[in-house]
């Protein structure tokens, strides 16, 4: 039996899988950590901290399954969307914390790209739009207020592509993690885009040269790292690529029209298109797989799960105390009430901006707030408002997308953390007006990296690819009183931005 490893990277934690031929999870392992927030807005992380965690977990892995290494033949990261990059010197070491796609710092580059850089032309070159999120914006921050940094700086790589050169020595990016990063990337021709680099004061040659697609392969594994992981020397490790991408290939998504919503600290709706309109306010990249024709186009809140975590950590001790003296968890225990209440939480609405907000929104300077609130309400009516906020910050999005996409599908698959809660499952359903399916295996996207791995050497054929491994199964359907009383909900959230806007950005400069 021959067997291959997903790892997934993730903001909060690592993850990773070793998976035979047909699917079937023989050991998984995880090892968590915490993002850097030095100031309001910024979010960022070493590399090391992700490099030390591929390692534990792969040898986690191996740890708990009796394989010989010579049968793993394989590995392929998935990681998480890397902002700025890591920026390394000459000698590849890092620089500077790697601004991740929570940071939202870059806010006077955002005007300056604004106000010195022809837009349409971005528009129609890139396939994005402009924004703090986009590592462009983020580099150029770095340029302007790291000046050191930035002049010692030889190239700004993807978290995976630092990983893969750590692993193998040889560097190259994936396309999907390049066209994420915006701005600087030809979505048609598929390359670095010199014309936009140097509209935007870019050096050209901090872009590496070598661009892959997820499935290809950077290298061998290097023999030092062959013995500190137990895994076999030259073994291939695949380029990998972004991690909502490639838990949408973990899904099945292989096919135009086929959509996932991806909810964990963040959330990313997307689909497949082979073409894309930038003024949709999505972002697009190339897909992990068929990248060289499919795009990936997608969506975003930034804070999805995070603010569902945010709120139980700072206003449910009770129920983190309960919790701690029984078996259920305080997130069992704030939806058994939640439940209770009628959908559009009686009166009140929640805006998902605790770090701005991405699509179709893009404001950095957006912030989060409760709306409707008076006496009778309590926290388990903020807790489901938490909820139906982000599950209405995804229709945004769908309903963005839709202008943009042939067709889609008449379900929707979700995959994260968040499809664990059967409660938010079925507002999620009312509220897109879509039946819901989520995955049985529950390791999405370090399971589309090993489905990757095992395609690239050969394990997994086109045919299997489309089928993939996943089961899934049906969630949840829309009730029709709750999708009208969420239909009539959702318009007011829809007002709610526009009429705040002007308070949440004369607040933040305050």
């Known amino acids: 039996m021959n067997y291959v490893i ?35 807005r910024w979010a960022e992380q070493w590399p090391q901290v992700w490099l030390e965690a591929v390692e534990a977990c792969v040898v986690g892995c191996l740890q708990k399954a009796d394989v010989a290494r010579e049968q793993i ?88 592509s630092y ?34 680099l140097e509209a935007l004061g870019i050096d050209p040659a901090l872009m590496p040269e070598r661009l892959l697609y997820s499935g290809e392969v950077v290298g061998g594994l290097l023999p ?5 992981l137990g895994l076999p020397v030259g073994m291939p490790i695949l380029a990998g690529g972004v991690d909502a991408a490639m838990a949408t290939l973990a899904a099945g998504v292989t096919q135009p029209g086929n959509h996932v919503a991806m909810i964990g600290t963040s959330m990313c709706w997307g689909y497949l298109n082979q073409q894309v309109d930038a003024r949709h306010g999505l972002v697009s990249m190339p897909h992990v797989y068929n990248g060289h024709k499919d795009l990936y186009i997608f969506g975003g809140t930034i804070t999805a799960g995070a603010s569902v975590s945010w709120f139980r950590e700072q206003f449910c001790q009770a129920e983190e105390l309960q919790a701690r003296d029984g078996l259920d968890s305080s997130l069992w225990l704030l939806e058994q ?9 009686e009166g009140v609405l929640f805006l998902p901006y605790l770090m701005g907000e991405r699509s179709p929104v893009w404001d950095d300077r957006a912030s989060g707030s409760f709306v409707g609130l008076n006496l009778f309400h309590s926290r388990f009516h903020l807790y489901r408002a938490v909820l139906e906020g982000v599950s209405f910050a995804l229709r945004h999005n769908i309903e963005a997308g839709t202008r943009g996409a042939h067709s889609l599908d008449p379900r929707l ?3 994260g953390g968040a499809s664990h809660s059967d409660l938010w499952m079925q507002i999620i359903a009312d509220i897109t007006r879509l039946p819901v399916y989520t995955i049985v295996q529950e390791v999405e996207a370090a399971l589309g990296a090993a489905l990757l791995a ?34 009539r909900a959702f318009v007011d959230y829809l007002r709610l931005y526009p009429a705040l806007k002007p308070i949440m950005h004369s607040l933040q400069q305050a």
């Open 163 to 196: 990983i893969n050169y750590r692993l193998t020595g040889e560097l190259a990016v994936d396309h999907s993690s390049a066209g994420n990063i915006g701005g600087v990337y030809d979505v048609v021709g598929r390359c670095w885009s010199v014309e936009m």
């Open 413 to 415: 698959i979700v995959v």
């Open 454 to 487: 095992a395609h690239g050497v050969g394990l997994v054929d086109d045919q299997q690819m489309d089928q993939g491994w996943v089961e899934l199964e049906r969630r949840a359907e829309p009730v029709a009183s709750s999708v009208a009383a969420y239909d």
């Open 337 to 345: 009430q939640a439940a209770k209440i009628a959908p559009g939480s």
């Open 73 to 160: 033949k394989a590995l392929c990261i998935s990681s998480l969307y890397g902002g700025s990059g890591i920026a390394v010197d000459a000698d590849l070491q890092p620089l500077h914390p790697c601004l991740i796609w929570m940071d939202r710092r870059a806010g006077e580059q955002v005007q300056w790209v604004r106000d010195n850089v022809d837009l349409e032309r971005l528009y129609a070159v890139t396939g994005n739009s402009v924004d703090s999120y986009y590592g462009f914006t983020k580099m150029l921050w770095l340029k302007q207020h790291q000046p050191d940094v930035w002049s010692r700086t030889r190239y700004l790589l993807p978290p995976n």
């Open 6 to 40: 997903g790892v997934d990277i993730g903001t909060q934690s690592t993850k990773a899988l070793l998976v035979d031929g047909q699917g079937r999870i023989i050991a998984q392992h995880s090892q968590g950590y915490r993002v850097d927030t030095p100031k309001v």
């Open 224 to 228: 030092e790292w062959a013995e500190r």
